[in-house]
């Protein structure tokens, strides 16, 4: 199970929301591996019920997929560490990915069509 964690700010109080993956849509969606909603794109963030935060994180080790448009092929990065958004950015292990969460408001052009987070299967 992954456990992604949203905070206001960095250094400021959490909210845990647990899943076998979380998939980042192109309708402004975070669902989790049931494809229950877990969170709603707002302005500069991710709405969770009245509160927006404005970053996440998930620690891992994750596989990433993602798919810039919707006829694109799935690409696949990781394991990684650490995979986290910074104003829609993912950064994974402390390096950009150069990926743009779907939806972004500053970066529609250049946010990818569909982002998923998966726990990597452990190795031997």
Known sequence: MLTLRFALAPGEALVCSRAVCFRFSADGTLRGGDNSVAAQRGTGGWRIGQRLYRELECAGPVILTARRTRANNTVRHGPFNLVR??????????????????????????????????????TL
């Open 85 to 122: 958004t910074s104003a829609g950015l993912l950064i994974a292990d402390d390096a950009s990915l150069g990926i743009y969460l779907p939806t972004w408001e500053d970066m529609i052009s250049v946010s990818w069509h569909e982002v998923v987070l998966r726990q990597a299967p452990a």
